[in-house]
C-alpha cells in the first residue's frame, strides 16, 4: 500500500517502555526472595558475558521511585515490567511472600500516581528454582498448575489496578534457547524436550487467559512473541519453500496455537515423522481451542526477521563485527555445531540479508519489517497489537557527563515510521514499548549491550555507582510523546 500521507498515531496510543524483572530489579535474595534458575545459571562458570548476573542488576528493587520519576518526567504513558515469581511465591508454589507483593503495590500506586498504565509481564523467564528442582520445570505438566496457581494470585493482588496483562514472554525463545541450544537454563540439547515444555507452556497459557477472563472481565491479556517475518533468500521456488517452513515453525508454531488452538499442519506432520512431537490429549486440545483462552490482543516483540534458503549446510551465520561481540543470538535459528538429537535434515537455512544494515552485535535493522510484521499478524488473527518490545542493543559511551545515542534515535525513528505506515494501513495499534526505560541486564552480554533511554552506571563487575543519566534519546522521546509521534527531530 502506498500513501500520500500518514494517518496520525491514535489519540489514546500509549507511548511506553519495557522491563524484565531479572534484568533491573536486583536484591535477589532480599525481603524473602526466592531463587530462580537464573539466579543459579548465572552464577555457573562460563554461562553468562563475564559472569554478570542479575544479583544487583540496576537496583530497580530499591530505586523504583527514582525511576519511576523519571518516567513522569519523560511523560511515558505505559510501563511495561515483570513480576518475578520466586518475590511472591518464593517456592514457586505454597507460601505467599508478602514482603513481595507489597513491592509491586508499591510499584503498581507509584505508576498510577505518575498517570503511567501499568503493562504487567506474569512470566519473563525466571521460573522459580524449586519448580524446576521438584518438577524439572516446563516439562512437568504439575507447572502448568503452579503456573495457574500463581497467576490466581496476581490476578486476585492486581486485577483492580491493572488493565493490560502479558502472560508468557517470548517463548519461542526460552523453549528454543532453554531446551534446544543449551544457551539459557535448563541448559539441554533436545528438540523432543523442546517441543514438550512448549506444549506445558501453551496450555499454562491457555488455562491462565481462561481464568482471567473470568478473574478480570474488564483487562486485556495476551502472550509477547518474539516475532520475525521470513523472506526467501531467492525466487528460487526451494528457498520460498524454506522461508514458508520458516514462517511456519518460527512464527505460526506459537501464534497459531494461542489464536486458534491448533499446531500448523505441515510442521507437526514433520515432527509426528521425526517422533519428536508431543502427545496432545483430547483434553488438552479442547482448552487450546476454547475462545475464552483465546488472547484479547497479541504482543509483538520486534528486533528483526530472517531470511532462508533450502537447507543446504547447517551453519550459523556469523558477520566479523559480531564475533567479537556474539555468544549467542537468540534469533539465529542454528546451533553452532550440529548435536546428536537434532534432525539430520532441517526444514531451513538461515543466511545473511545483503538488503539490511547490522547492529554492533549483527542483529539486522529492518524498520520495514516491522511493517511486515504487524501487517501479517494483524491480517492472519485481526487482534489488536501491541509493540511490547523494540530497540537498539549497543555500545554507548559516556562522554563529559552525556550518552550522545543519536544511533538508537535512528534506529527507533525508522520503526516508528513504519509503526505509522502500518497503522495508516489498516493495523489496529495500541501501543509501542521500546526496549528498554533504563539499562539493564542482558541475559547473556551483561552491561556491554546497552538498550535504555536512561544510561546507568553499572558495569560487567557489578560494582557501578548506579547513578542514573538520561541520554539524548530521552528527551528526543518525550518529544515523540508529547507530539503523539509527530514530531522524531533531534534537537541539537
Ligand atoms: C528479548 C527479551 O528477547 O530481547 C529481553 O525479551 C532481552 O529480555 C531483549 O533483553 C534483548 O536481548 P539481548 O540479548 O540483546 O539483551
Redesign the pocket.
Known amino acids: 500500500m502506498f500513501h500520500k500521507k500518514l494517518d496520525n498515531f491514535p489519540k489514546d496510543f500509549l507511548w511506553g517502555a519495557s522491563s524484565?524483572a531479572y534484568?533491573i530489579e536486583g536484591a535477589a535474595t532480599e525481603d524473602g526472595k526466592g531463587k530462580s534458575i537464573w539466579d543459579v545459571y548465572a552464577h555457573e562458570k562460563g554461562n553468562t558475558y563475564k559472569g554478570t548476573s542479575g544479583d544487583v542488576a540496576v537496583d530497580h528493587y530499591h530505586k523504583y521511585k527514582e525511576d519511576v520519576g523519571l518516567m513522569k518526567k519523560m511523560g511515558l504513558k505505559a510501563y511495561r515490567f515483570s513480576i518475578a515469581w520466586s518475590r511472591v511465591i518464593p517456592e514457586g508454589v505454597g507460601k505467599v511472600n508478602i514482603k513481595g507483593l507489597k513491592f509491586y503495590h508499591n510499584l503498581i500506586h507509584e505508576l498510577e500516581k505518575a498517570h503511567i498504565e501499568p503493562i504487567l509481564t506474569i512470566y519473563?523467564w525466571d521460573l522459580p528454582l524449586a519448580l524446576q528442582e521438584k518438577y524439572g520445570g516446563w516439562e512437568s505438566a504439575k507447572t502448568i498448575a503452579a503456573f495457574k496457581n500463581y497467576a490466581e494470585l496476581l490476578f486476585r493482588e492486581f486485577g483492580a489496578e491493572v488493565k493490560y496483562w502479558v502472560t508468557i514472554?517470548?517463548q519461542n525463545?526460552f523453549t528454543s534457547m532453554g531446551y534446544r541450544w543449551g544457551t539459557h537454563p535448563p541448559k539441554k540439547h533436545s528438540f523432543k524436550l523442546m517441543l514438550l515444555a512448549n506444549h506445558h507452556i501453551n496450555i499454562a497459557n491457555a488455562e491462565v487467559i481462561k481464568l482471567f477472563h473470568q478473574m478480570v472481565p474488564n483487562g486485556m491479556i495476551g502472550p509477547s512473541f518474539?516475532y520475525g517475518p521470513t523472506y526467501a533468500k531467492t525466487s528460487d521456488p526451494e528457498d520460498v519453500l524454506a522461508s514458508m517452513n520458516a514462517n511456519d515453525f518460527n512464527n505460526n508454531w506459537w501464534l497459531d496455537v494461542y489464536c486458534t488452538g491448533k499446531y500448523p499442519f505441515f510442521c507437526k506432520k514433520q515432527f509426528e515423522k521425526w517422533n519428536i512431537m508431543p502427545e496432545v490429549t483430547g483434553e488438552e486440545q479442547k482448552i487450546l481451542e476454547d475462545t475464552e483462552a483465546h488472547p484479547d490482543f497479541l504482543g509483538i516483540?520486534y528486533?528483526h526477521g530472517g531470511t532462508f534458503q533450502q537447507n543446504r549446510i547447517q551453519k550459523a551465520v556469523k558477520s566479523e563485527e559480531q564475533e567479537s561481540f556474539d555468544k549467542t543470538d537468540?534469533y539465529l535459528e542454528q546451533p553452532k555445531e550440529r548435536n546428536a538429537n537434532e534432525p539430520e535434515v532441517p526444514m531451513f537455512n538461515n543466511v545473511e540479508n545483503s538488503y539490511v544494515d547490522k547492529t554492533q552485535?549483527g542483529w539486522e535493522k529492518d524498520p520495514t519489517g516491522l511493517r511486515i510484521a504487524l501487517r501479517q499478524v494483524y491480517e492472519k488473527y485481526h487482534l489488536p497489537i501491541m509493540i511490547t518490545?523494540n530497540g537498539l542493543?549497543a555500545q554507548d559511551k559516556v562522554v563529559k557527563g552525556k550518552i550522545n545515542d543519536n544511533y538508537r534515535i535512528s534506529y527507533l525513528s525508522e520503526h516508528i515510521i513504519a509503526m505509522r505506515e502500518a497503522i495508516t494501513d489498516g493495523v489496529n495499534l495500541l501501543g509501542y514499548c521500546a526496549?528498554s526505560f533504563t539499562d539493564l541486564l542482558?541475559?547473556?552480554?551483561g552491561y556491554s549491550?546497552r538498550?535504555g533511554f536512561v544510561y546507568v552506571d553499572q558495569n560487567d563487575q557489578e560494582n557501578g555507582s548506579l547513578k542514573r543519566i538520561p541520554k539524548r534519546s530521552f528527551s528526543w522521546y518525550k518529544n515523540v510523546i508529547k507530539s503523539n509521534g509527530k514530531d522524531l527531530k533531534v534537537e541539537e
Request: aromatic share 24%; glycine share 10%; no cysteine.
Open positions: 524484565a534484568q519473563h514472554n517470548e525463545v518474539g516483540n528486533y537468540p552485535w518490545e542493543g526496549w542482558s541475559w547473556l552480554n549491550k538498550y
